[in-house]
């Protein structure tokens, strides 16, 4: 190499060696000077870049401080003895030379020590021995948490050579500018069989997880102590189990609680154990091709699962209900979803806390309840349930009544009476609410001397109009259709299939992405049968026949997915609708393929979402819409003669006054049912009047129509007209009516029907039916405007 450099000549070198008043060891000193003569030390400061080194003084500094480290060296003749000499020389060097000449000095070091053992040693791990001596020091741990300088060091003391990992690592600096850089890790353990897996395992974190993963104190506390946590010797990996995993978690929340061990405030050691037992669950499926772990409250779903952290930090006992079993005695559980909710959105881990119910007696009472019901929607009302045994404890408590005796009625009125006035939750929400009290006040009527009126107290409210469906328009339709095309052509093509297939089909949102892969059963070239698991089917597959084109998309998608099939976790494998896992997802590291669920209901809310902040689209939409939007499209095909009513039934999945009740838009809703039950049509009524929801300030309120409305003229302005006076009111623009006089209009309506059906004049028939369609069109924008039907 030629150097710009004035650099010292040999001579000088041996000059300042020879004035040094530290002598070094005569087999140091050989050795030395044939490292010196070698020029390598040129080469470390050529690799400088800096003028810093420019003059022979400060080279002169830099080999002063050289020498005195290597008083302190020892070199030996084994792959142990060299790395001990090198970690002390090192360890010295970091705590005496100066900032500004520690890189140089402890490049020399690594330079120097290579250069021995490539000409001096035959020694069988040799490379193994020099991938760890690195020239690079981290910021060290404090001296609390690490006293003997052992863990936050890439130079440990008193470590074996083949218990340290190097690894390669990535960061970033302030400028957002990436680099690399090698780092020591130090596995307190003589069983080689754990040091080869953590280094294995340290292999895959590098290429899958985020580069946060090597960059912490706490995670080489985690690594150096990983042996002694597992209390067990450890020569297979089948011998881990949940077992050593509550012994690891034990070990190290005693480590941190007695401040041995850095901590952190957003994660803690059950993360990083999770991380590494869903490792090793994937080791054993790829050798055995089925899970390690599959004990119910240990097992790859609940090591993904983000309530698994809490649950053990919070004391929370994983169970799984069956009234066949004792109820467990802890107060504290996180429920265990069983197979009867797999593929829904119900398949999820639920911590409920008995300890918040006040009585001991009501508290056992409700522990029994949701043990014997077992069911996720009592579960889910689970807090609600607590509210009410509180309300019901003060309120006994507060009148000195005793509850055993019987439960005051007054209690369950007006608790009763508090739901159905709360105007923060919706009329569906009060039902949930309403139906699991009344389950379990019926789980204790006899206990508690509850009657049967009392029960039936606890009935639920008429549905709201959130049960209307919500077709998307057809200009709507256009617009997210091509935003949907454009976001997947070039990947994820799959997700619009799903988007195509939920307005194509009468398939659920959950039923469609739910297929499985052998689905489709039969096809010819005009049809074809698919088998698939409805919400209405207690986990029994139905069959449904389609147009051989929507075949031809699942067959599409099977094609399109099959990279990701190949890959996939057995759970997933079975599903159509498979692909790449996102990045930030949970487990993204470990597991390469995820169920398409979260990503197409997330791509569909956000495509939403943008579309309609720009004013894109008149409304918004949930992924729902799109089978309304079927059922919709569906009775427009009725409505123009072009299907009747049993294959409306076929094609939709519902029977038409289920799909008129929850899948029309509330208009079309609305408009159906009244014209259903009085035998009608409205299509040729308009009304000029107006409807509101209170009595305006400025209205006249001249009283017409027998009290179904108020005049806002001051003068009437139908004097003159031919109209029959029984109705001519209800076509006038000045007309009002408020939502306090639907019963009016109702008991007319019923009223008009009933002389339809007795008028045997076809003069008087019409009249009255003519006058009944003007009051049922007041009706129906009534109905609209309260959200009923």
């Not at 001990?84 to 690594?110: F, G, H, P």
């Not at 043990?371 to 807090?383: E, G, K, L, Q």
């Not at 393929?593 to 939403?608: A, G």
């Amino acid at each position: 190499m030629t150097l710009d450099y004035d650099l010292l000549e040999f001579e000088e070198i041996v000059d300042i060696f020879d004035n040094f008043q530290k002598k070094v060891g005569p087999e140091t000193k050989s050795i030395l000077f044939e490292w010196i003569k070698s020029n390598e030390w040129q080469q470390v400061i050529g690799s400088i870049q800096s003028g810093f080194l420019k003059l022979k003084t400060r080279q002169k500094s830099i080999l002063i401080r050289f020498f005195d480290v290597l008083k302190y060296n020892f070199f030996g003749d084994t792959e142990q003895t060299i790395w001990m000499s090198y970690v002390q020389i090192q360890n010295y060097a970091t705590d005496n030379v100066e900032r500004k000449y520690i890189t140089y000095i402890r490049n020399m070091i690594q330079r120097f020590y290579k250069f021995y053992i490539d000409n001096n040693c035959t020694l069988k791990d040799e490379e193994q021995l020099k991938s760890i001596m690195l020239n690079n020091e981290p910021r060290r741990i404090k001296r609390k948490l690490d006293p003997e300088n052992i863990l936050g060091t890439n130079f440990p003391l008193y470590s074996t050579y083949y218990q340290v990992i190097s690894i390669e690592c990535h960061a970033a600096d302030k400028a957002g500018n990436s680099y690399y850089y090698d780092r020591n890790f130090h596995i307190d353990s003589d069983n080689t069989f754990i040091i080869n897996m953590m280094k294995d395992y340290l292999i895959d974190l590098k290429k899958s997880s985020k580069h946060t993963s090597f960059n912490s104190d706490y995670f080489r506390y985690f690594l150096y102590h990983i042996d002694k946590s597992l209390n067990k010797n450890i020569t297979s990996i089948k011998h881990f189990s949940k077992v050593t995993f509550f012994n690891q978690v034990e070990y190290y929340k005693n480590l941190v609680e007695n401040e041995l061990m850095p901590s952190r405030k957003e994660k803690s050691v059950i993360a990083d154990l999770a991380r590494f037992y869903r490792y090793i669950d994937n080791m054993v499926l790829k050798l055995d091709g089925d899970y390690l772990f599959k004990d119910y409250s240990f097992n790859s779903s609940l090591l993904r699962s983000k309530l698994l952290k809490s649950s053990i930090e919070e004391g929370y006992e994983f169970v799984l209900i069956s009234k066949f079993d004792p109820i467990p005695i802890s107060n504290k559980w996180t429920v265990i979803p069983d197979n009867t909710t797999l593929g829904t959105t119900r398949h999820i881990y639920r911590k409920i806390d008995f300890i918040l119910v006040e009585s001991e007696e009501l508290r056992w009472n409700l522990k029994r309840f949701i043990w014997h019901a077992n069911s996720i929607d009592h579960i889910h009302r689970f807090t609600h349930l607590v509210e009410f045994l509180n309300r019901m404890h003060e309120y006994t408590s507060k009148n000195e009544f005793d509850v055993n005796e019987s439960l005051m009625l007054e209690f369950i009125t007006f608790y009763y009476v508090d739901i159905c006035e709360r105007n923060d939750i919706t009329n569906n929400m009060k039902n949930s609410i309403i139906f699991s009290i009344r389950t379990f006040l019926r789980s204790i009527q006899l206990q508690y001397n509850i009657s049967e009126n009392q029960l039936l107290l606890f009935r639920e409210l008429p549905r709201e109009a959130f049960y209307s469906g919500n077709p998307i328009t057809n200009n709507d339709f256009n617009v997210i259709n091509s935003h949907f095309y454009n976001r997947t052509r070039e990947k994820r093509s799959e997700l619009y299939i799903v988007f195509k297939l939920s307005i194509l089909t009468k398939l659920r949102p959950g039923e469609l992405i739910n297929l499985e892969r052998n689905c489709i059963v039969s096809k010819n070239e005009q049809y074809g049968t698919i088998a698939y698991y409805s919400k209405m089917s207690s986990k029994e597959k139905i069959f449904a026949t389609f147009p051989i084109d929507i075949i031809r998309e699942i067959e599409h998608a099977l094609d399109l997915t099959y990279p990701s099939f190949k890959i996939a976790r057995p759970e997933d494998k079975k599903y159509v609708f498979i692909g790449p896992r996102y990045e930030k997802a949970v487990g993204a590291s470990e597991y390469k393929v995820m169920h398409l669920n979260y990503p197409y209901r997330t791509l569909f809310n956000n495509i939403i979402s943008e579309l309609y902040d720009d004013n894109l689209i008149s409304r918004w939409y949930t992924t729902y819409s799109c089978r309304d939007t079927h059922i919709n499209n569906a009775f427009e095909l009725l409505e123009d003669g072009k299907i009747n009513s049993f294959e409306l039934t076929t094609i939709t999945g519902n029977s038409a006054n289920i799909a008129r009740k929850h899948y029309l838009s509330k208009d079309r809703r609305t408009r159906h049912y009244l014209e259903n039950l009085y035998e009608v049509s409205l299509l040729d009524v308009d009304i000029e009047g107006n409807v509101e929801e209170n009595k305006s300030e400025n209205s006249l309120h001249h009283i017409v129509q027998d009290d179904a409305g108020s005049c806002s003229s001051s003068t009437c302005i139908k004097e003159t007209s031919f109209e029959d006076s029984s109705y001519k009111c209800l076509t006038c623009k000045y007309f009002m009516t408020t939502l306090e006089k639907i019963p009016v209009f109702e008991d007319r309506v019923n009223a008009l029907r009933d002389k339809v059906n007795k008028s045997s004049n076809k003069q008087e028939k019409e009249f009255y039916t003519h006058s009944l369609k003007l009051n049922l069109v007041y009706l129906e924008e009534m109905y609209s405007m309260r959200g009923e039907l």
